[in-house]
């Protein structure tokens, strides 16, 4: 799933391409990814493209006084294309056709068709489920004071730092790196970090993500490919070295996702049984 790095990258050179261009018409060939119906998707058509943005991971399109609120889920992809596609085309979900003659298309790749969008007044957009739930975005890192206080919960940091309720834009990729970054445990609770802790995993927050960005930037050009080039040093990492001490990154197997780390400086040189042969070790 596109986290914070590969959405803000992504709204970066949509807003950059589009800002200012005229809608010539807002198709759904995906009926099933369109979650709105008043204002109609046509209302789009005829607004001037004030700006593309990003709210937690979803990407906002904003023109004519109404936002288009996409999330691309785990397969979807907004991108511009000089050329437009076939309504019949498997792929397309919405088709916001340009008048210069460019289209911007949300695609969606496999079965499942999970990405989806809405098409809402501007005013509305904050009052939003989507985005009224959200907690402060990760990047940059809260105050703080604000980020100890959202931490401050009996849960492992693993899925607390996934928690978009707790803070918008990590997920499961973005999560290894910085946890491998702060050198702590996947499975030690936000409650029992010290002081110390708590402002390195700040900071490691900050680092990660904001390092991502700087990469995306140097080796992205004008137009986001389907596959981002993701500067991973552990996440999918398993069975090689730790970049820093050389031990092995172990991986635990979840029904929908792999989690990485290094046993040797994040969990005190123990290698935590894998879910798929085993209870996990507390």
């Given at each position: 799933m596109p986290e914070l790095p590969e959405v803000e990258i992504t709204a970066r050179r949509l807003d950059r391409a589009l800002s200012g261009a005229e809608i010539e018409s807002a198709l759904a060939p995906g009926l099933v990814a369109l979650k709105t119906f008043d204002p109609p998707l046509d209302a789009f058509a005829g607004g001037r493209v004030g700006g593309v943005r990003r709210i937690g991971k979803m990407l906002a399109v904003d023109a004519g006084g109404l936002t288009l609120l996409v999330h691309l889920m785990s397969a979807g992809r907004l991108q511009l294309f000089d050329e437009r596609a076939s309504l019949r085309d498997r792929t397309s979900r919405i088709l916001l056709r340009i008048a210069d003659g460019r289209e911007l298309r949300l695609r969606e790749f496999g079965t499942q068709q999970r990405a989806?969008?809405?098409?809402?007044?501007?005013?509305?957009?904050?009052?939003?489920?989507?985005?009224?739930?959200?907690?402060?975005?990760?990047?940059?890192?809260?105050?703080?004071?604000?980020?100890?206080?959202?931490?401050?919960?009996?849960?492992?940091?693993?899925?607390?730092?996934?928690?978009?309720?707790?803070?918008?834009?990590?997920?499961?990729?973005?999560?290894?790196?910085?946890?491998?970054?702060?050198?702590?445990?996947?499975?030690?609770?936000?409650?029992?970090?010290?002081?110390?802790?708590?402002?390195?995993?700040?900071?490691?927050?900050?680092?990660?993500?904001?390092?991502?960005?700087?990469?995306?930037?140097?080796?992205?050009?004008?137009?986001?490919?389907?596959?981002?080039?993701?500067?991973?040093?552990?996440?999918?990492?398993?069975?090689?070295?730790?970049?820093?001490?050389?031990?092995?990154?172990?991986?635990?197997?979840?029904?929908?996702?792999?989690?990485?780390?290094?046993?040797?400086?994040?969990?005190?040189?123990?290698?935590?049984?894998?879910?798929?042969?085993?209870?996990?070790l507390k």
């Amino acid at each position: 799933m596109p986290e914070l790095p590969e959405v803000e990258i992504t709204a970066r050179r949509l807003d950059r391409a589009l800002s200012g261009a005229e809608i010539e018409s807002a198709l759904a060939p995906g009926l099933v990814a369109l979650k709105t119906f008043d204002p109609p998707l046509d209302a789009f058509a005829g607004g001037r493209v004030g700006g593309v943005r990003r709210i937690g991971k979803m990407l906002a399109v904003d023109a004519g006084g109404l936002t288009l609120l996409v999330h691309l889920m785990s397969a979807g992809r907004l991108q511009l294309f000089d050329e437009r596609a076939s309504l019949r085309d498997r792929t397309s979900r919405i088709l916001l056709r340009i008048a210069d003659g460019r289209e911007l298309r949300l695609r969606e790749f496999g079965t499942q068709q999970r990405a989806w969008a809405k098409l809402l007044r501007a005013e509305e957009v904050a009052a939003d489920e989507a985005v009224a739930t959200l907690g402060p975005d990760a990047y940059p890192p809260p105050p703080p004071e604000e980020f100890a206080d959202l931490l401050d919960q009996p849960r492992h940091l693993h899925p607390l730092l996934r928690d978009q309720r707790a803070i918008a834009g990590i997920g499961r990729s973005w999560v290894d790196e910085i946890l491998w970054t702060a050198r702590l445990s996947p499975f030690q609770r936000g409650s029992d970090l010290d002081p110390e802790d708590v402002e390195t995993l700040r900071s490691s927050c900050g680092e990660v993500l904001g390092g991502a960005l700087e990469h995306y930037e140097r080796v992205i050009g004008d137009t986001v490919p389907d596959k981002l080039p993701m500067p991973l040093r552990v996440h999918r990492r398993a069975g090689e070295d730790c970049p820093r001490c050389g031990a092995r990154i172990e991986a635990i197997h979840f029904k929908d996702y792999v989690m990485c780390y290094c046993p040797e400086e994040q969990t005190g040189g123990r290698v935590l049984k894998d879910r798929r042969l085993s209870k996990l070790l507390k």
